[in-house]
């Protein structure tokens, strides 16, 4: 049974190890801070990265576990204390990667975080000033150490052929935070004794065994590629870097990427279904996990390697994937007429990258009739070269919630009606419509 006390400004929460102490985490910390009358934002990033570390200790440290809230000097501190010694390891999936195996998310939201040996176990915290700071996020965050590149694989491998590398980041943030979500929504239903992440433990260790190895052939390829000089050193579009990948084929690996899929083919249609708090991922996220994986799979049943495919035809208005996945629809208040009266020009997009809505001088811009494109995806839009790029842009969002292109200005190449290109300068919003994500594009 969960307890709460105030000894002097700090708040204090006892939690079993088991899926429903994230949630309870994550209100309790939300009423502590509304408590104090802070900034709505500022409870939400709190709430935000208590999540991802109460979510750590219940699917790694698996010990009773005790949350702290503290305001002081207008710092506020949420420390997360468990009975098991291990720190946790920092790994770089970008500045917006909300995997929380990384810490990354706790990072981008907070002014500091660390973890630090205690008796008994550890203490991971974070801090939050209460007010606007312009200094630089802490780059480097205390006592967490990094991970260390595997070696390379030896003995009977698979062949994953021309994987692109900026798509293969993007779903691996997607498909973890896949896992996570589905060991804590089986975590709270099943009895506390149940280890939630026993559970998936087939799926999870077969994910990190493959994407290890692609973690080892790209910083390789890295730095081969930065020893070099000339001309080869010039770096490669965005986008466009592609990497191939020896995987040993070490134990039940086929069987447990079968269980991966699996687990992840479940994580697809609960999301469609709201039962997550994740959104389906794109069908080319979803494309690229179903390749990795069968390739592995059926290179060890005797087949032939094969090359990663284009996946997406330049026709493709992309009806959501999946079998299981079905058009989510957006409130019915949400006035799309409003878009397609604008005389701005300024096109509407759902947070599954199809277009909502668009305003007849954005149509005419690029040689299109409104009607057109209306229901096509974003990325049917982007020059192919560019389209892994879209793709894992708009999958951090996806995941993390935020992203490096909102409420500024960029520059994106779209492809005109008569199959030209044509740059074009874009100022991306998002609003919220019933748990939804709009996106609204004002084009310069």
């Not at 021309?162 to 779903?171: I, M, N, S, Y």
């Not at 020009?345 to 668009?358: C, G, N, S």
């Not at 839009?381 to 409420?407: C, M, N």
């Amino acid at each position: 049974m969960s307890t709460t006390h105030r000894p002097d400004d700090l708040s204090h929460l006892r939690l079993p190890p088991h899926g429903s102490s994230v949630g309870a985490a994550r209100r309790f910390v939300t009423a502590a801070l509304e408590a104090l009358g802070l900034d709505d934002d500022l409870v939400d990033d709190a709430a935000l990265a208590t999540s991802e570390l109460v979510t750590n200790s219940v699917l790694h440290a698996r010990t009773p576990l005790d949350v702290h809230v503290q305001l002081s000097d207008g710092v506020v501190r949420v420390c997360v204390d468990d009975d098991d010694a291990s720190l946790p390891v920092l790994r770089d999936y970008g500045s917006t990667a909300t995997t929380g195996r990384g810490l990354a998310v706790v990072s981008e939201l907070a002014a500091e975080v660390g973890a630090e040996p205690r008796p008994g176990g550890k203490r991971v915290w974070f801090t939050l000033r209460t007010a606007p700071d312009t200094a630089p996020a802490t780059p480097v965050l205390p006592g967490l150490p990094t991970v260390a590149h595997g070696r390379a694989p030896a003995g009977r491998t698979a062949v994953v052929i021309d994987l692109p590398v900026a798509l293969w980041e993007a779903a691996r943030r997607h498909e973890e935070a896949a896992l996570r979500e589905m060991a804590l929504f089986h975590g709270e239903r099943l009895p506390e004794a149940f280890d939630a992440w026993e559970w998936f433990n087939a799926a999870m260790t077969a994910h990190t065994q493959v994407d290890r190895a692609v973690e080892h052939q790209v910083h390789e390829q890295r730095r081969a590629a930065a020893e070099l000089t000339g001309p080869r050193a010039r770096p490669a579009l965005p986008g466009i870097e592609t990497v191939t990948v020896p995987v040993p084929l070490e134990d039940d690996l086929p069987d447990r990427l079968a269980q991966l899929l699996r687990t992840l083919e479940e994580a697809e249609w609960r999301a469609a279904a709201g039962q997550l708090l994740i959104r389906p991922a794109l069908r080319e996220v979803v494309a690229l996990r179903d390749w990795r994986c069968e390739q592995v799979i059926a290179q060890a049943q005797g087949a032939p390697p094969r090359a990663w495919p284009d996946v997406l035809a330049d026709d493709d208005v992309a009806r959501p994937h999946g079998r299981h996945v079905r058009e989510a629809v957006l409130a019915p208040e949400w006035d799309a007429d409003g878009v397609r009266r604008a005389a701005a020009p300024v096109v509407a997009v759902d947070d599954h990258d199809r277009v909502l809505a668009v305003s007849a001088p954005a149509a005419a811009r690029f040689g299109w009739e409104p009607a057109e494109l209306e229901g096509r995806r974003v990325v049917s839009l982007v020059p192919a070269r560019l389209r892994d790029a879209h793709v894992a842009a708009f999958t951090r969002h996806q995941v993390a919630g935020r992203g490096a292109v909102l409420e500024r200005d960029f520059v994106l190449p779209v492809l005109r009606g008569d199959g030209g290109e044509a740059p074009c300068r874009v100022h991306l919003e998002a609003t919220k419509v019933s748990g939804r994500t709009v996106f609204l594009a004002w084009l310069r």
